[in-house]
């Protein structure tokens, strides 16, 4: 039961949804989910459209051309063609804390999240254990201001060797460069235990703690090179008091995290993520 | 700028987006809303499809059935054709609380509903000056056992004296009878200070502090004749603690029942509300 | 049933819960609510006890100075005692935006919030029938520039005449000089239209938007000379996506703005919050 | 650093908290934690005092005795002591599912939750080796209508052999004894997947998919005779719409129910419960 996903963002004009729709049928396509958006700011249009690949007509590698050439070209659309080919492979990048990466593992085991995870990367030792108990393998990168380079280099081969198509950042501490960043574009999702754009930055329960705030969060956003400001992808909350000490805030703010992450993994590889001028379309929520 | 909304619901196959989409397109219609969902469990196809009818070629009171039999009789489509002309006019109906009356007042006074509110109605006097002093007509209309059938005929013909088209039960204390609600399906909007099913019935807010519940909540829906039954159109709910006696949860369920009734009344008269099986979908939410 | 409430904060120590209700119970009182806090990161003490003074062997213009003289000097508490007599009085400043000035009135008709709202002040005109329809009285203080402490004078000389005890900015778009909010610390409430500290100053909902967050909120606080940085009294949130337009946020940020900027005012008006360097303790919450 | 732990629930009257108070500082106790609460609607006075036994002068085994003696008859306190002695420990019930389970284990490990987990019990083989993996026992007890009683020994003496004080049902899906739960009184916790007492009994996600409800929840509660009726300890929700099919419910709600499950867990074993009349006073929250 093999899928083809298309994205497509354009100005909004007449005729968009049924020229899509019957290019899709002409072709063999069975509609499985079809979504569109106008941003009115900006009258743009956004479009996910998921159909069966059964009695498709069109090969795989031809799909994405052959759309733009019969019918994205015609309105000056921006077109993407994912076809669904088993689970996606991730990456997770952890440093010392573990209920992110605990709570991924467990929900790919468990089947909750449809992801094979084959590689933890680390820069420091303390998460092995975690990590090989559930047949993951563990690679301990350490990251010196010197070495970084060469570090990177290395988690580059790591993933390619691994055939890692997504990064998931676990709360690991180190920051990437700008060059590893745009080769990753879109494929590196961070979790910022805050509700960014609140507390950006270094230690921010600490910050919101200061501050005398009634609710802290947490962002899950694509990692990009300007710092906390990548396209956030889903936020959550949780609902704190004066009672609540720094250690409170950093106790309720897992749970938030754990949730938050998945549900962006999940929206990544489900392939319903569409970036647009720093913003996302995510498709079915 | 008038539109044309158009409901669908049918077995799911093959074609339906294109067919839908392209009718509109190859009549003149200009596409703004396009939104399908598939029922998995039962194959269901729902679609909600809004265009502009500036340079639609269909007088609109041909629309519906020129659909039917050019599209929708060939995929058994079961479809509804509105055309948005004006602000819907509603009635508001109340006894003696007068928090939801003077919420849903300001909010259509203020715009913020897009509605007109010719009409209150009450077996009780005492909501007439909130009612008066935003220009609103207030009938009593005393009800009690013997004279019900005769209290719902003269409520029937204020609801056409003011050409009203939509009933809001805003914590009204009687029951309507089977006939008021089957001649206004669809078109009476209850709110229910309970998170539905929990607490069904009378006093859910005493009940929920006996029971000891963490949550409480409000539910809005349409009005059928087994109580508290009809499809949920809205849900909200508060976090309550030890702490809150009867009265605080009665306080804090007000500020959920506001926003879930309002949230109601502006789903239902932006034509987003469709009813299956007793269950709502509600397009763009 | 008159009581008295004292708030009480001090380094942390033994015995201070004993110390002050049993000086308390001695000189006839019955503690009602008693609630205590130890912040841990600075050990300092936090209390609020309230009791009736039915029985009650000293003078209310004396409490406070024998609480200090008996126990609290031994202790270094800082000590402030409020002894509840009738409704506080509170004026409400607006602009042009109805919503937050609208729901605090009938809060106060509906006896929702036991406060009573003599005055509406305001640097435009529009709201004038909204207030004086509730009885209110409607002051129009026009601001400039150039007349803005001439302005000030005359809206002190009109919470002066009007017996106003607490000012609530509900959407009022002037800043009040450090003057005005020395004279009158802790005692004017704001609603910012954010999740302070996200989108402090002004359009926070398009700037929202901008940046694609997926929950957005509301903050009431203590106004002081440093702009949307005040002890933060609530706050609320409410879910957005991609489909929702500025517009969608402005209206769904209302239902926030509302409900959390009544329950700043209630929790004030209760005597319920204490403010210590730059942050509230909400006790009872 | 051994802290001792009071309840006491009685009549409200005069005086209660300088008695409880003072006799905690008179025999050397510095309270870390006052907090008490009257329930109007019964006139029941609720408190929970924590203090250090650092210099206490009564020795642990004395000290419910020696209050009762010298305070608590006096005002016909209910008073029950707990000393503070290291790490609780608890069995998980579980049957299939392992998200609760690997939730708890996980948070045990790191320390977010201070207790020990040295057994699991269960009525399945499938879910041994994420138990053994973190150094937990598993033992599975097969459960049938005939074997029941003899099973319940079983789980009995492993139980006392392991030195369990507290048995959470993680999705355990064997209904335990009245006599079980008797000898367990308010030491068994149980997540109902739920937002009771809406769709208690089985399969709660068909259900409230069939129903439409727009909000789903989760329940924790101690687990007593009457099945789901036992006292609500914590309580969640999330928001679900007409997109979701009962598997996402399912998913959704697994989310909620590790959350609420570990909130309860924490509370229980922080000794932070209190029940009376079949609803708790969660202290602290």
Known sequence: ???????????????????????????????????????????????????????????????????????????????????????????IFVSTLSHCLTDLLARAESGELAVDVPLVVSNHESLREVSERHGVAFEHVPVTAENKARAEEHQQSLLDAHGVELVVLARYMQILSADFLVAWQERVINIHHSFLPAFAGARPYHRAHARGVKIIGATSHYATEDLDEGPIIAQGVATVSHRDAVSDLVRKGRDVERVVLAEAVRAHTERRVLVHHGRTVVFGS
Not at 4 to 15: E, M, Q
Not at 30 to 35: L, T
Not at 51 to 62: P, Q, T, V, Y
Request: glycine fraction near 8%; proline fraction near 2%; hydrophobic fraction near 45%.
């Open 1 to 91: 039961m093999r899928n083809a996903i298309l994205f497509v963002h354009c100005p909004d004009r007449s005729g968009l949804v049924a020229a899509v729709s019957s290019w899709i049928g002409a072709n063999g396509g069975n509609i499985e989910h079809f979504e569109q958006h106008v941003d009115e700011e900006t009258s743009t249009f956004f479009m996910r459209a998921e159909w069966s690949l059964e009695a498709f007509r069109i090969a795989d590698e031809d799909i994405e051309d052959r759309f733009r050439r019969e019918v994205g070209d015609a309105f000056a659309m921006n077109a993407r063609v994912h076809v669904d080919g088993g689970r996606p492979r991730i990456a």
